[in-house]
Nanobody, 126 residues
Framework: QVQLVESGGGLVQAGGSLRLSCEAS????????MGWFRQPPGKEREFVAA????????YYADSVKGRFTISRDNAKNTVYLQMNSLKPEDTAVYYC???????????????????WGKGTLVTVSS
């Protein structure tokens, strides 16, 4: 079992950048496919990005493609989300999630992912 703790959220102006981090406890982080999700105010949680166990395969939601980059450092038990060219519509609570069993391409289905962080708030002002 792994525990996930996000950090790096905050207030940024439109066009700015932030990097979110998610640190995992335990010794088996490299066996987890990882993803980032977000929940805008008053809306449902949505998929943002996913990364394979080795880091070699990534997936992105169309709304963030070309602006956000997911990466991981298995030696540091950490997954990152670099967010550039931020827009007010990116405002949300961002959640890190992972699973040791399901394929990376299924991470986008939040119902299938077993382990979640508590989230970090990102606010983008116009």
């Amino acid at each position: 079992q792994v525990q996930l703790v996000e950090s790096g959220g905050g207030l940024v102006q439109a066009g700015g950048s932030l990097r979110l981090s998610c640190e995992a406890s335990g010794r088996t982080f490299s066996t987890y496919a990882m993803g980032w999700f977000r929940q805008p105010p008053g809306k449902e949680r949505e998929f943002v990005a996913a990364i394979s166990r080795s880091g070699g395969i990534t997936y992105y939601a169309d709304s963030v493609k070309g602006r956000f980059t997911i990466s991981r450092d298995n030696a540091k038990n950490t997954v990152y989300l670099q967010m550039n060219s931020l827009k007010p519509e990116d405002t949300a609570v961002y959640y890190c999630a992972g699973d040791p069993i399901i394929p990376t391409q299924n991470i986008g289905d939040s119902r299938s992912v077993h382990y979640w962080g508590k989230g970090t708030l990102v606010t983008v002002s116009s």
